[in-house]
C-alpha cells in the first residue's frame, strides 16, 4: 500500500515536471530567460572585464625555421 | 468583465479547430510571423505543430539535445573537471558565455515550419554540428592554460586555422590532438548568436584596419585584438583562408600567437599539377613541423584509418546528393544540409558523424520507399551559390515557408567532392593536396572561373529551376565576377536572385532587406503570391 502512494506520488512529480518543462518549451521560456537576463548579464560581464593589450606582444619572429 | 463573444464561438469551425489541434494547420494556415515577438526573434510560443511532431520537436528535439549537451559536457570533458572548465570558459570568453547558451534556438530557427521525416532528418544534422562544437569547446578548455588547462594536454595540441582542414593531422591522432582556432569562436557564433561576432568586427576597425575588407578576416582578427583566444595549443598551422582577404589576419595572428608557426598556404591558381605537387610538398611539411614541435611520429595506418572513415561519409553524402538530386523525398532543410556538410568536410573525421549518418540513412530510406514527399509545398527547387550570410543561415527555412523556394543544394556541399585514395602514399598525398585545395570559397567562389561557373552543371544534376545567388558585399573575388553571372543568366535564361550580405555582419544588410529583395523578386519577376504572407514583413532586428 505503501509502495503504492510511494508509486503514485512519484508519477506525479514526474508528470508535473514534464508538464513543466513543456510549459518552457512551448512558451519559449527558455528563450525568454536567455535574451532578457542571462545575455545582458554576460555582456556587461564582458564589456567590464579587465583584458591584456595583444598590441604589446612584441612584433619578433620566434621560429625562423619555417618563414 | 468582457462578456463571451457568442458570434465568434458560433462561427468557429470546432471540427477543424480539432484537426488542426492533432495533425496541425496545413501550411498556408500557419502564420508563423505571428508567433515572433516583435525585435527578438523570440517565440510568444513555439510552433504547434500538430500532436506528433510537436511531442517530436518537444521530447526528440529540445529536451534530448538539452539532455545530450549535458552528457556530452560530462563525457567529453572527462567528468566533474571538465565541467569545471566549461563553466570557467563559459564565464571568460565572450563567444563562449554570450553566444552558445541560445544554441537551442539556432536549432528553433532552422527547423520552422518543417514538418514529419523533413523535421527529423534535418534536426539529427543539428545534434551532429552540436556534438561536434562540444568536442572542440571541451579540448579547448582542457587544455587552455590561461584557465588551468592541463599542461600535458597542451603540449600535444596543435591549433590551426579553420580553413585548414582538419585531416591533415589524421597521422597523428592517436598521439596528438588538433583543434581549429576559429571555427568555435567566430564560425559557428555567427550562426548560432550573430550579436557576439560585431564585437570583434569593431574591435579590427577600432585599430585602424579598414572596414571593406571581408568582415570574417575582421573578426578572426579582432578575437586576438579583444584577447578572447584561448591558449590551448603549443604550436600552430595556417593558412590563407579561402583567399587574400585574410593576410592581415595571418599577420596579426602571427604577432599576437607567438609561437611556432607553420604557414601552409592554399595556392590561387590550383589547376595544374606542378601547383599540386608543390601543395603536397605544404603537407609534408606541415607533417615535419608537427613531429618536430609535438614529439609525435608520422603512423601511416592511423592516416589510412581515418581517411577511410572520412570516405565512407563521402560516400553516404553522395547517396544523399542522389536522392536530393532524383527526388522529393530528401529529408533535409537547405540549412541543415550545408552547415552539416562543411563542418564534416573542413573539420574532418569523427564519430558523431557516423551516428548521425545512420540515423539519417533509415530516415532518408523510408521517405524514399514510401515516396514521402518531404517537402510538399516546394515551387521551385534552389541551388545557392558563392559565399552565404552566416547570420542568415536560416533564410533557406524563411523562404521555403514564405515562398515555397527550397533549397536543395548549396556551393558549400560540393566542394569536398572526393573520396582520397589510400592504396600507395604518393596517390594518398597528391588527394589530400587536391583535398585540401578544395577548401571552403577556395574551390568555387575565388577558385577560378571554370570553378565558379560549376554552377551551371549542378544546377542540372540537382534538376534545380532557381538560384539563390550570394553577394557578399565585401569579397572581392565573388564582386569581380558579378557581370559575368548576370549576363549568363541572361543568355541561360535563369530566375536567380542576387541574395546581399556581409558574411557575418548584419548591419550592413539585415535579414528583413534580405527578405525584402526576396520578396520583391518574387512578385514582380515571378508574379507569384506567398504561401505564408504573415512571414513577408516582420521585425527580427535584434534577434539572435
Ligand atoms: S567571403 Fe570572399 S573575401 Fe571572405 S574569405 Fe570568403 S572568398 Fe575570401
Known amino acids: ?45 564582458f564589456d567590464n572585464m579587465k583584458r591584456r593589450d595583444p598590441l604589446s606582444v ?10 | 468583465m468582457k462578456k463571451p463573444d457568442f458570434e465568434k464561438i458560433k462561427n468557429t469551425n470546432f471540427k477543424k479547430l480539432a484537426h488542426d489541434f492533432v495533425y496541425g494547420k496545413p501550411h498556408g494556415e500557419r502564420r508563423l510571423g505571428e508567433l515572433y515577438i516583435p525585435g527578438t526573434g523570440l517565440y510568444k510560443h513555439r510552433e504547434w505543430r500538430g500532436i506528433k511532431d510537436t511531442m517530436y520537436a518537444f521530447n526528440n528535439i529540445w529536451l534530448y539535445n538539452y539532455g545530450m549537451l549535458v552528457k556530452d559536457l560530462v563525457v567529453l570533458g572527462g567528468g566533474p573537471k571538465g565541467l569545471v572548465q566549461f563553466l570557467k570558459g563559459t564565464m571568460r570568453y565572450r563567444w563562449m558565455g554570450q553566444t552558445y547558451l541560445t544554441v537551442m534556438h539556432w536549432v528553433d530557427r532552422n527547423l520552422e515550419g518543417m514538418r514529419g521525416e523533413a523535421l527529423r532528418g534535418s534536426a539529427w544534422h543539428f545534434r551532429g554540428i552540436i556534438n561536434a562544437c562540444l568536442v572542440q569547446i571541451t579540448q579547448m578548455f582542457n587544455r587552455d592554460i590561461s584557465l588551468g588547462g592541463d599542461p600535458k594536454l597542451w603540449e600535444k595540441t596543435m591549433g590551426h586555422d579553420e580553413t585548414l582542414w582538419g585531416g591533415v593531422f589524421y597521422p597523428f591522432r592517436d598521439q596528438m590532438t588538433n583543434i581549429p582556432l576559429q ?30 575588407p571581408c568582415p570574417m578576416c575582421q573578426a578572426e582578427a579582432g578575437i586576438f585584438l579583444q584577447d578572447d583566444v584561448p591558449d590551448f595549443f603549443k604550436a600552430f598551422v595556417t593558412t590563407n583562408e579561402a583567399c587574400d ?27 595544374n599539377e606542378e601547383v599540386l605537387e608543390n601543395c603536397a610538398k605544404e603537407i609534408e611539411g606541415a607533417w615535419k613541423f608537427t613531429e618536430e614541435k609535438l614529439g609525435v611520429k608520422f603512423n601511416w595506418d592511423e592516416l589510412v584509418k581515418n581517411l577511410e572513415s572520412q570516405n565512407e561519409l563521402q560516400r553516404f ?51 524514399v520507399e514510401e515516396k514521402i514527399n518531404t517537402f510538399p509545398m516546394t515551387r521551385h527547387r534552389v541551388i545557392a551559390w558563392s559565399c552565404a550570410p552566416l547570420y542568415y543561415s536560416a533564410w533557406c527555412t524563411w523562404a521555403y515557408n514564405c515562398w515555397g523556394l527550397n533549397t ?50 549542378n544546377m542540372e544534376k540537382f534538376n534545380c529551376d532557381m538560384v539563390m545567388m550570394y553577394d557578399q558585399l565585401k569579397c572581392k573575388g565573388m564582386q569581380g565576377v558579378h557581370g559575368l553571372f548576370e549576363d549568363e543568366f541572361r543568355a541561360r535564361n535563369i530566375n536567380a536572385i542576387w541574395m546581399p550580405h556581409a558574411l557575418p555582419d548584419k548591419r550592413d544588410v539585415s535579414r528583413a532587406e534580405i527578405r525584402d ?11 507569384e503570391e506567398p504561401l505564408d504572407p504573415s512571414l513577408l514583413e516582420f521585425d527580427d532586428a535584434n534577434s539572435w
Not at chain 2, 183 to 210: E, S
Not at chain 2, 324 to 329: G, P
Not at chain 2, 335 to 355: K, M, N, S, T
Not at chain 2, 417 to 444: F, G, K, Q, V
Open chain 1, 1 to 45: 500500500m505503501k509502495a503504492c502512494k510511494i508509486l503514485k506520488k512519484t508519477v506525479g512529480a514526474l508528470a508535473a515536471v514534464y508538464a513543466g518543462l513543456f510549459a518552457v518549451y512551448y512558451f519559449d521560456l527558455d528563450g525568454k530567460l536567455l535574451y532578457y537576463v542571462v545575455e545582458p548579464f554576460m555582456i556587461k560581464r
Open chain 1, 58 to 67: 612584441p612584433y619578433d619572429q620566434i621560429d625562423k625555421e619555417y618563414m
Open chain 2, 183 to 212: 571555427m568555435i569562436p567566430y564560425f559557428v557564433t555567427c550562426h548560432c548568436n550573430n550579436h557576439t561576432v560585431l564585437n570583434y568586427i569593431d574591435a579590427a576597425q577600432a585599430l585602424g584596419l579598414p572596414g571593406d
Open chain 2, 245 to 271: 582577404g585574410s593576410v592581415a589576419t595571418s599577420v596579426i595572428q602571427d604577432w599576437m600567437i607567438n609561437k611556432p608557426l607553420f604557414a601552409m598556404p592554399q595556392p590561387m591558381q590550383f589547376d
Open chain 2, 317 to 367: 553524402e553522395w547517396e544523399k546528393w542522389d536522392v536530393a538530386a532524383n527526388t522529393n523525398s530528401y529529408p533535409i532543410n537547405g540549412v541543415a544540409q550545408a552547415l552539416y556538410r562543411i563542418f564534416q568536410g573542413q573539420y574532418g573525421d569523427l564519430p558523431i558523424w557516423h551516428e548521425v549518418d545512420a540515423k539519417v540513412r533509415k530516415i532518408m530510406d523510408k521517405c
Open chain 2, 408 to 457: 536543395i543544394i548549396n556551393m558549400d556541399s560540393l566542394m569536398f567532392d572526393m573520396e582520397i585514395r589510400t592504396d600507395s602514399y604518393e596517390n594518398c598525398l597528391m588527394d589530400m593536396a587536391r583535398y585540401h585545395e578544395w577548401a571552403p570559397m577556395r574551390r568555387m567562389a575565388v577558385g577560378g572561373l571554370q570553378h565558379i561557373f560549376e554552377l551551371w552543371d
Open chain 2, 517 to 527: 529583395i526576396v520578396n520583391d523578386y518574387m512578385f514582380t519577376v515571378m508574379g
